[in-house]
């Protein structure tokens, strides 16, 4: 009897494992399968005719070499950026510390078209520079460069993806043995050639890391693209594929499937050589970061508080304080007084049908994926770091694929398979708003996976181990262990995964459609539309209520990482 019930189960687990298996392949994966597998269909069969259309066109290549063009010089000035305030903040005895490192994550934790508008009533024309520069600094007829165009969408894209780079070199550089760095000054070298031959070369590593991460953000990038490049007839290979699948057509989803796969591999390629350049650098890291600093500025450092602090300012605070500005004038291009002071601009929003109903399409889905990815992704998180092995590498590659690859990628490939999954089943989900969240969770659910293993690998297996001696279950174990022991990690990406989904704009402009609108679309709808005073206004309160994610969210990652070191 015995025997029986123990085959009984194992056969059981292993039906039960088989199909969460195959849904993870169906939800996860299966949709890009599509995308690839459409990219290749013409009327005869397989063909790479749709691919020479593609890449033999002159608006492609155009938007090819924009792209990395754009990609490439945004990636060094974010680089730059983020290793310099890493440097700063880890070496120096700067003051100000924390808040410094709060407003370096600023341009990163706005959403980036958010950052584009903001940026575009900075230095747009009728902007804050162009009232204010020529009046107190610059001679009669000088005029304050545009933002909008090539060189616009490469600042403001490096500004929002330096907190990227900073993120990863401040662990890096905070991680290197001050001892190599004696021994280097010790055998004569000055601080420059130490920086160079020892502080460098240890970090390298996590530039490498930041690096990648910036890349791959800004093949991602639609946001910006089309807010600063639109105007300008600047395109991307995102912004094509949107147009692409906007415009419909016999041919539209396969000319969007080709420019998919090509910008997928665009991100692969850059993946690949990354790693091969910088992955095989190896740092010697202390097991604690080092909190202390290691250069006094002496004299120097009011003067290097006072560049810092003024480019902090210029960056971060300006372009949201012009924003939010314009979300109280009358029209846009007045100047900033009394007389010109209005509510008027929220008050339409909240008369508003549309608005009002993209802020509660927004509110639900968040809240829906944070849920949904709460469960699922602490589920695969779990296997990842209990049961390692090839099945849990799969799950671990299958909840991320979706979500390294670029939103537009991703949001096109949703389409091709949930028109119809299966042949003959036409579920009549596109252009809803449960698409959206099925997309949702299917692209967010990584973020969950993430935060909920950094949890768990701080909890000691003993502990579920002799809980299970006991005849604890595993649903007991959950309930009395597991979640109350990674709580903090637990909610902490839940909140995070909530706060992209509010906010989200490129897998909603693809598949959102009237009825099924969110914020961000409503936001490209106003500032495409020219109601430039309305696109602020719902930014601001957009951000408003994205504070409701992030602080507790921040607060949380904050007492995980501190019990991660604790830990440690």
Known sequence: MTRLKRFIQARSTAVWGAFLLLSIFFFFVYPLVRLFVLSLQGKDGFTMSLYWSMVTSARVQKGILNTIGIVAFSTLLSVTVGVFEAWLIAYTDIRGKSFLRALFLVPFIVPSYITSLAWSRTMGEG????QIL???????????PTIYGWWGIVWVMGICNAPLAFMFCLSAIR????????????????????????????????????TLTVVLAGIDNFGIPAFLGANKGVNVLSTLIYQEVMGFGPSAFGRAACLSVILGMLALLCCFVLWRMLGKNE?????????RPRVALGRARWKVELFI?????????????SMLSVSFIKAYGLSFNLDNITLDNFYSLFQNKKAMMALFNSFKLSLFTGSVALVIGSMAAYVRIRRSGHISRFIEAAFTLPYV???TVFALSMIITWIEPIPGWRPGIYGAATLLGLAY????????????ASALQQLDRSVEEAAATSGAGRLSRWASIIIPLAATGLLSGFFMTTAHAFTELTVSSILGSVGAETIGMVVLNFEQSGNITASCAFSSLALLLLGMFLIPGAVLHRKNSARGNGAE
Not at 127 to 130: A, H, K, N, T, V
Not at 179 to 195: D, I, K, N
Not at 283 to 291: A, G
Not at 443 to 452: P, W
């Open 127 to 130: 902007g804050f520079l162009s």
């Open 134 to 144: 020529p009046a107190i600094l610059l001679p009669d007829g000088f005029t304050v």
């Open 175 to 210: 991680k290197i043995p001050r001892e190599l760095e004696w021994a280097a000054r010790c055998s004569g070298c000055g601080p420059w050639e130490t920086f160079f031959s020892v502080t460098l070369p240890q970090a390298l590593p996590g530039i490498a890391g930041g």
């Open 283 to 291: 740092s010697l890291e202390s097991m604690v970061p080092d909190m």
């Open 309 to 321: 602090w003024g480019f902090v300012i210029i960056t971060s605070l300006i372009p949201l304080v």
């Open 405 to 407: 690859l670029p939103g």
């Open 441 to 452: 969770v299917v692209r967010f659910s990584a973020l969950q996976l993430r935060a909920t």
